[in-house]
């Protein structure tokens, strides 16, 4: 049973405009959530978070949006850039987890210039 | 800095072969993992460590051994080589809570034949 779901595998957007991200989760043990990038050939790299107790976190150009009763959360980067094409992973663990983190399938996106 | 060190970057095994691969971390961080990346799988945790001498198994432990002598060391080992353990191998660690991200290592690729 996957508990980190990102149904969409791929998302393309014109350079400027804005790119929205959607992760769903079923556990409702989760109290704290994550957003990595990952290029291909690299690690990836933790990119912004957001606790149970927020709803909305942001940083720069990118802002997570989370919906606790919807079980959703939302990565917004506004505006997109070509260095933003990258597979984006949500993950999420909850207190007593040990920091284990369930991670997404990741989401390709592309940005056109 | 060097952040967290895998070596190999690349390996080829052939089946029944056992070897061991090495994460190295020089940040002190008492959080340790291993995931593993398949295509359409996102990633998934091997082993993780809360500290030296303790370890605990994650969603895909069979096959995998760890260990946890020190703080700046987390080797995978492979006990005898399977080709669904053909994969892109992740090491990471973070100072003892997820909410400050964890660092991730640059990979390992792993081919069983």
């Known amino acids: 049973d996957q508990q980190v779901k990102q149904n969409s595998p791929s998302l393309s957007v014109q350079e400027g405009r804005i790119s929205i991200l959607n992760c769903d989760y079923t556990?409702?043990?989760?109290?704290?959530f994550l957003w990595y990038k990952k290029y291909p050939a690299e690690g990836p790299t933790f990119l912004i978070s957001?606790?149970?107790?927020?709803d909305k976190n942001e940083d720069g150009r990118f802002t997570v949006f989370l919906n606790k009763s919807a079980k959703h959360l939302s990565l917004h980067i506004v505006p997109s850039q070509p260095g933003d094409s990258a597979v984006y992973f949500c993950a999420a663990t909850y207190t007593g987890a040990n920091s284990k983190l369930t991670f997404g399938k990741g989401i390709t996106l592309s940005v056109r210039p | 800095n060097a952040g967290v060190t895998q070596t190999p970057k690349f390996q080829v095994l052939k089946t029944g072969q056992s070897m061991t691969l090495q994460c190295a971390q020089d940040m002190n961080h008492e959080y340790m993992s291993w995931y593993r990346q398949d295509p359409g799988m996102g990633l998934r945790l091997i082993h993780y460590s809360v500290g030296a001498g303790i370890t605990d198994q994650g969603e895909v432990p069979n096959g995998y051994n760890v260990s946890r002598s020190t703080t700046e060391d987390f080797p995978l080992r492979l006990l005898s080589a399977a080709p669904s353990q053909t994969s892109v191998y992740f090491c990471?660690?973070?100072?003892?809570?997820?909410?400050?991200?964890?660092?991730f290592g640059s990979g390992t690729r792993l081919t069983v034949v």
């Open positions: 957001i606790s149970s107790i927020k």
């Open positions: 556990n409702s043990m989760f109290d704290y």
């Open positions: 990471a660690s973070t100072p003892g809570t997820a909410a400050y991200g964890y660092t």
